[in-house]
């Protein structure tokens, strides 16, 4: 696994691990969502400074996104489609 996808891998499964959006955390970071995705994907050759902000906005530390996953590690499961239900 390349870099950008072990980055891409990590973020995935920490944001799943938190319930959040890839619109959620795109608006916590002040990235964009679409960007989110291609980073996930492994697609985008991020900067320093938008892992720090990607790292600030899930509480987790730069180094959280560099761990290597292990090989019989399934890969992080999508969340449901769709929005949340407004709670009243």
Not at 41 to 57: C, D, M, Q, W, Y
Not at 61 to 88: L, N, Q, Y
Request: hydrophobic share 40%.
């Amino acid at each position: 696994m390349d870099a950008r996808e072990l980055l891409g891998w990590n973020l995935r499964k920490l944001r799943v691990e938190r319930g959040l959006s890839q619109e959620k955390l795109a608006l916590d970071a002040a990235i964009d969502r679409s960007y989110v995705g291609r980073i996930e994907r492994g697609k985008e050759n991020v900067t320093i400074s938008v892992v720090e902000a990607l790292s600030t906005a899930l509480g987790v530390e730069v180094g959280a996104f560099f761990r290597e996953a292990g090989t019989d590690e399934p890969r992080p499961s999508p969340m449901r489609a769709g929005r949340k239900p407004k709670s009243s």
